[in-house]
């Protein structure tokens, strides 16, 4: 009976190692074909335990050592190492029995590497569908709110560009037919048509514009500006929408040179988008400050241009939705005037630039 439970411990498809617990540590006084064949070892006995800690763990691993082999017990997962010193992630199970007044350490083992590696690849598998999956959820309900959204779009656009026309076509019609009594009138008429003329002129540029950036095909011209004249310009151009609105208009600068590189006419369009919104959405008798100032990073040296007004501001949680299109789009009725996309539109002239 002996020699049957050895035989089959000796063939078993497990590997099997028995140490002897020394004072000097574990040392091993058997192990079977299986355990010599996963550690790659020619001597089944006088070898110690700490022969198979590894050099240190791999990842979520944690590698075989001391406080494995003084406790009982399944650890499923272990880095132990071979007789070559490769590391290899092994299922493990501890046992001590005591015999003839010595205590020996049973040690069984399988090698688990492949199946480990397969499970791993599974899982990352597993987590790169699910996260396919959700982008695929979210753009098909970008989509469907984009869809929406165009709707909307085009419907308020079509209202939007119809309001000058029809002034412009109205009031041609009054000067066409003179029928205006004085030529202040006359001279009231050609105002309208040329302020409804400037509007219609907006709405179509921010559609082309969007078009254009949305298709990757927006150009630009770069080349040395001077800043300070353009702001005092554009400032100039505000002042009538800012005395209408009793808001306060200045213009701050501190830089000892304002020349600077950029498209002008994107420049001054995403300027006058900025200085446009802070007026629209301020108080009465508020204040919109413009300030040019230097900054210098990595021994380059910028000019920025700052905006800051006294309006009731935008909440953290919704500032990214005023540059993002989809959200613009999808509330484009709540704007006061025009398509709404001027600081989508803003946004991607600066990334383009």
Known sequence: MRELFKGLVENATVGMIAFEELATGHIAVFSNARALE???????????????????????????????????????EVLMKKATGAAFVASAAIRKVHDNGKTLLLLSLQDITVEWKLAR?????????????????????????????????????????????????????FLENKLYDTDEQRDEFIRTISEQGRHLMELVNDVLDFAKIRA??????VEEIELNGLLKKVVSNFQHMADQSNVSLTLESSV????????????????NNVISNAIKYNRENGKVVIRMMEVTDQSRRY????????????PADKLEGVFNEFETVGHVSKHHKGTGLGMPISRRLVESM
């Open 38 to 76: 996963i550690l790659e070892r020619k001597d089944g006995a006088g070898w110690a335990c700490h022969d198979l800690f590894p050099d240190s763990g791999r990842g979520s691993i944690a590698p075989f050592g001391p406080e494995f082999a003084g406790r009982e017990g399944l650890h499923p």
């Open 303 to 314: 000019i920025r241009i700052v905006v800051t007004d006294t309006g009731v501001g935008i």
């Open 121 to 173: 690849d599974l899982t990352a598998k597993q987590e790169e569908i699910a996260r396919a999956y959700t982008e695929l959820l979210e753009q098909n309900n970008q989509l469907k709110t984009l869809d929406q959204a165009k709707d909307k779009f085009i419907a308020l656009t079509t209202h939007e560009l119809r309001t000058p026309l029809s002034a412009i076509l109205a009031t041609a019609d």
């Open 216 to 221: 990757g095909k927006m150009d630009f011209y």
């Open 256 to 271: 000892t040179t304002d020349k600077a590189w950029a498209d002008l006419v994107r420049l001054k369009e995403i300027i």
